[in-house]
């Protein structure tokens, strides 16, 4: 009986599906382990509607490869797995196994296409095959919220967007980093505490029904609650909302804002500004909340609905329209070592060919090439062109095993997000699919790297 | 920097909702500390063509209850926000509280309908208030989960079916609580290595494309593979299918099993089957897998292909066609206890009567009626009404702090829930929503304390 406790951390290496290690094990005795692999991170396609790529959750992946270990209670676990009773040199290696590899990536908060790589991992095949189920899900699951975020911050304009989802989000570490993605895209503040405590964001909340419910007025419910809380946002809508805002004016009640969840949202929002305006309540701020999403925000702002804040929850962190994103992490290339010089390799470029599901081959890196100051096409090269004047996408972050840049703060990582915001073509922004995606084009040497495999 | 990681069970306390700790200062400030809520979770409605739902998550809620506590660095964490730098008391109060009512729920893998509570707190207002939260986002999602595998499990009939979900879950904490549910809801077995650890699931799991990519040759990672594995399950689809099988036989390679990831199954499955059978390869299983959810299964399993095991994953974990279950959590009395006899207290229903969103009033239980072995209609009744022959579904599981019940194993879970569904009548299984949703009724005195408030 553990909550998602303590253990998580020391068990980072039982992290992963059954079949990395079976085939982690597979490479051991056939004289692999010593091969280096390189595995990029990529999507085949965007989500439904979406029109780019918001990548995030590059930190946990970098805290999780410099973690990485297999503890011995672990060991012990997969030993009484029939598949490893008889495996000892293995499981004794993977007692010893670190990360010793390198990675590249994007930068978190920059904005990605498909078949562009997120990140590359480069280790013994044994590594990188390990690290293969959390990066993905880890990657998987932030983007596809800062993606989801992004489109909804966008459509709210100049307004204020918080982020209210943890009680819909899939169990509550990932509303955690739910909250993360969501701020670094642009929401200004989160409902979750642990949120704000561990990452730093602003907190957001004013009260529940269930706190109106528990006086016999709800009136008096407000007034305890702005004696304590005097710039709060008071929930109206518990029995009606027109009754509690003439209410709230006749009794005098302070009032820095008030928050509607339900209803006509259209219809109530203008008429509470208007008898707010007229009994001298101007100041008082107007939040919306209940079910909203990008689509609905955009009607209430074209509409010129008067509101200042929207609180967005399950559509939100559930990605609710499409709620996967289907990155994956394929082989692009082996690297097997000279014994006797380490500096010395042969690189064999790796490419699978099933129907529809094809990989480019090699290790790659994303040139983008701007015009009048906004992106204006993506070149995906192989790793050691040089193409210029671009500017390359991916950073090294960790080399052999060691972390070789300072990691951004979240202050810094939402910052770089906006700036590339604004930099991205305002069409991209639009919440239809464009006719015509961002044009990501191959490099010559990479399409001859191909067309090889043909 | 840390992985999902060893403090998130000590910051127990912070996993809520801000609002919540802002109207327990609210509470706390306003003499209601000691006035006792009553707190049910039910959903409104059922997601998109679900006709039931599987209940989960219970067992995370009774370890969540019985470690919930702030610890000193919480406490300093609140001082330095803004809305508690002058709460010295109430951050007094926070950092003595632990968990001191009641839970009442039902047990995991029952089937319930809409309106019926999975779950109810009885606690002071300020601890039942505070776990709001973290309730809802745990027992949301392994019951969305739960809910949706059964689906997927009854679609696949006698075959067995495999939850292949976590590079796609949102985040590998969230794949962990879907393994959980997934299985208890009827899958064999699990990706999940650390799901195997922590929850007893066996494991399952063949191999990757990037597998069979390292090698030169296809044939050659197939042999390599059995040596160390002969029972394993072997993935054809690298480049193409039919010359997989084909040379596998050709060659003579043990195999036990083969699995394809891509391609037209019903044509794929078909073929490699008769090549199989005419081969001498009548034992080799044929597993599937690549997005299969409860309608693409139902269709394979109509048209008769041979299959014998379903991988599932995106489809399952996501609960892809409606991410979000929509609990909720909702005040249905308060008591005021004498101050000077423990054993009197005043009962105060509480009803919230929002438009389209109303709470039933009171502490209720449910009566289930059963006819010819089957589940005939439920009875959503006042907790102290009688209702025979029924039989009660919610029970106690912890009084006054204490936890006053074994709670069942996974297997004990799992098994409970397959003899529910032996009992559900077969037209709520179908993967359409019936016309006739199960009957709720309710008694009469919930009718009159409903009526009262009108």
């Known amino acids: 009986m553990t909550v998602l406790s303590g253990d998580y951390e020391d068990n980072i290496g039982l992290a992963t599906d059954f079949y990395e290690l079976t085939m982690a094990s597979a490479y051991f005795h056939s004289g692999m382990k010593d091969v280096v692999g390189e595995f990029e991170m990529y999507v085949r396609k965007l989500p439904n509607n979406r029109n780019y790529l918001v990548i995030c959750g590059l930190e946990q992946i970098v805290s999780f ?21 008889n495996e000892e ?25 498909p078949n562009e790589p997120f990140l590359r991992i480069e280790a013994p095949i044994i590594q990188a095959q390990l690290f293969e189920t959390y990066i993905l899900s880890m990657v998987n699951y932030q983007t596809l919220i800062a ?32 909250s993360r993605a969501s701020y670094i895209a642009g929401c200004k503040s989160t409902s979750n505490t642990l949120a704000s405590f561990r990452y730093g964001i602003p907190t957001a909340g004013t009260m529940a029904h269930s706190y109106v419910m528990s006086f016999e007025d709800e009136i ?13 946002f008071l929930l ?15 009794h005098g009640v302070k009032c820095n804002g008030v928050r509607i969840d339900s209803g006509d949202l259209f219809y109530l929002c203008r008429k509470i500004r208007k008898i707010l305006d007229k009994s001298g309540y101007g100041h008082t701020k107007i939040m919306v909340s209940g079910d909203l999403n990008e689509y609905t925000i955009n009607k209430l702002m074209k509409e010129k609905v008067p509101i200042d804040y929207f609180g967005v929850g399950t559509e939100l962190v559930t990605s609710r329209d499409d709620p996967a994103l289907n990155g994956v992490y394929k082989l692009v290339a082996i690297k097997k070592y000279s014994p006797h010089d380490k500096e010395k390799y042969e690189i064999i470029y790796k490419m699978k060919k ?16 701007m015009k009048n100051g906004k992106y ?76 090889s495999f043909k």
């Open 65 to 85: 490869l410099m973690n990485f270990k297999f503890t011995s209670t672990q060991i012990d676990f997969l030993k009484s797995n029939k598949l490893f009773k």
């Open 89 to 113: 040199k293995f499981l004794e290696y993977l007692a010893g196994l670190r990360f010793t590899g390198d990675l590249w990536a994007v930068p978190e908060g920059t904005i990605l296409f």
């Open 147 to 178: 993606s989801k975020a992004s489109r909804i911050v966008n459509s709210a304009g100049d307004k204020t967007v918080v982020e209210f989802g943890f009680r819909r989000a899939h169990s509550p570490p990932a509303a955690l980093f739910a």
């Open 220 to 232: 008096d419910a407000f007034k305890k609650f702005v004696v304590v809380y005097p710039d709060s």
């Open 236 to 250: 109206i809508d518990t029995y009606d909302s027109i009754d509690a805002i003439k209410n709230i004016i006749k």
């Open 354 to 369: 099933s129907v529809a599901k094809i990989t480019f081959p090699g290790p790659k890196q994303i040139f983008r090439i």
């Open 376 to 451: 204006y096409k993506d070149i995906l090269a192989l790793q050691h062109e040089n193409i210029s004047p671009a500017i390359p996408l991916l950073k090294q972050y960790i080399k052999d095993g060691v972390v070789t840049i300072n990691l951004p703060t979240m202050p810094e990582i939402r910052k770089y997000h906006e700036y590339q915001m604004s930099i991205l073509p305002v069409k991209f922004k639009r919440l239809e699919p464009v006719l015509k995606i961002f044009p990501v084009y191959l490099s010559k040497e990479l399409k001859n790297a191909i067309e």
